[in-house]
């Protein structure tokens, strides 16, 4: 018999990410890889378990089988339990009829007998594409306390940026009185981080409700929280005050690869209160040669490195050979950069190989309108000897 559980997390992990372009072409976002050894996913996944949480359904649907294959039993996490732990959902194994997750909302309504099965009190809503660390246990404390239906983890914004967001109109005592979806003349700063606390016994009737609407999206943003606020139900915000970061795009996975790099930033992976853990293959350790030159950056196990790295992330099995350049770039899993290759404000993908004397990116001063030009290499591409990739480029080698 299950225990009961007072609390079971949800992570919605099933979205394509194409503004990721090659590097989600076969491989949904959360299993991008991240900070030289991690997944983006590792990072909702380790709050969870840091935050006394051991239930959670991760709902797939776009290209699921590695990160399907990664969470496997949740070994990693400490999510491998006989008594709740971590359980992959796809869309299948609930529907009747097989169909897809519609959205959001109809993605927890699919799974409304998993959560009924631990009897749970409430119900944790979560991403699985953004990078950050919180502990969710003080949300929930706050959501009790307040005795509220639907409490909304909030993030404060510049007035300037607020447009792009969903925004939480609140009263003073945090009660949201209004949401508006990336308002035009927006009347706050408090922006969604798409983390929701709700009291399960009124989420599951709003989603019966909203799943009978055949006019619906089946969405939280678009339906089933304007529903609540309509219907008078007690929604709350929780200030988060620490390092959030949506990595939807190329130039935000790679911000957010460089703010590791900065310990003026808020993200501290060395934190050893708040670990982010991972699955990762056995590597041997990384080899430094005689020729190369480091400087701020990130070097994961098994890589050779003979060539300079300047402030930029390498993750494991890459290597760097004599005469290679690497500069405010991120190299993912079992790469080669081969001799006299240069990288400036570039990813390039796993598996993939920049050739002799090649030239990826350029060296960027600043952002325009918010967003860096970083040149892309798709997983598995070859960038041949002496080709250049300009930058803002995503190249795919005619794949």
């Known amino acids: 018999m299950l225990t009961k559980k007072e609390c079971v997390a949800m992570l919605l992990a099933g979205g394509q990410g194409t503004r ?37 359904g991760v709902l797939t649907q776009y290209q699921p089988f ?46 409304i007998d998993f959560i009924d099965r631990y009897k749970a009190e409430y119900v944790l809503i979560l991403s699985g594409d953004h990078i950050y660390k919180m502990n969710y246990a003080k949300m929930l404390s706050a959501h009790k306390a307040k005795k509220a239906s639907c409490t909304i983890a909030v993030l404060d914004v510049p007035l300037e940026n607020a447009s792009r967001f ?73 200030d988060f005050r620490g390092y959030w970061k949506d990595v939807g795009t190329i130039s935000s996975l790679w911000e957010a690869n460089m703010d590791i790099l900065d310990s003026q930033s808020g ?6 209160d708040w670990k982010i853990y991972a699955r990762n293959a056995a590597e041997p350790p990384h080899f ?13 196990e098994g890589c050779n490195i003979n060539g300079t790295v300047v402030n930029s992330v390498i993750f494991t099995g890459v290597d760097v050979e004599r005469g290679a350049f690497i500069k405010d770039s991120i190299v993912m899993p079992n790469s080669k950069i081969l001799r006299g290759a240069e990288l400036n404000h570039s990813i390039v993908g796993w598996g993939a190989t920049v050739g002799e004397g090649a030239r ?7 952002a325009v309108n918010g967003e860096w030009d970083i040149a892309t290499v798709g997983p598995e591409v070859e960038v041949k000897p002496g080709e250049k990739v300009k930058a803002g480029a995503m190249f795919t080698g005619g794949k």
């Open 288 to 300: 430094i040669g005689d020729f190369a030159q480091i400087k701020n950056s990130i070097i994961s």
């Open 20 to 56: 990721l372009g090659a590097l989600t072409e076969n491989v949904a976002k959360p299993a991008v890889p991240f900070g030289g050894k991690y997944r983006i996913i590792d990072f909702t996944l380790s709050n969870t378990i840091n935050s006394g949480i051991d239930t959670i």
């Open 267 to 272: 993200i501290n992976l060395a934190d050893r």
């Open 360 to 366: 990826v990116g350029e060296a960027l001063s600043q």
């Open 66 to 111: 590695e990160l399907n294959q990664y969470i496997g039993n949740g070994q990693p996490w400490d999510l491998d339990r006989l008594d709740g732990g971590a359980f992959v959902l796809p869309p299948y194994q609930k529907a009747k009829s097989g169909e897809w997750y519609k959205g959001t909302a109809n993605a927890i309504y699919q799974n």
């Open 166 to 238: 969903g925004i939480m109109n609140t009263k003073p005592n945090g009660t949201i009185y209004e949401f508006e979806e990336k308002p035009k003349n927006p009347k706050s700063t408090k922006a969604s981080m798409g983390i929701y606390i709700f009291t399960w016994e009124k989420l599951k009737k709003f989603l019966i409700e909203d799943e009978k609407n055949k006019e619906s999206s089946n969405d939280f943003g678009k339906n089933i929280i304007p529903n609540m606020l309509n219907a008078g139900e007690l929604m709350m915000s929780f």
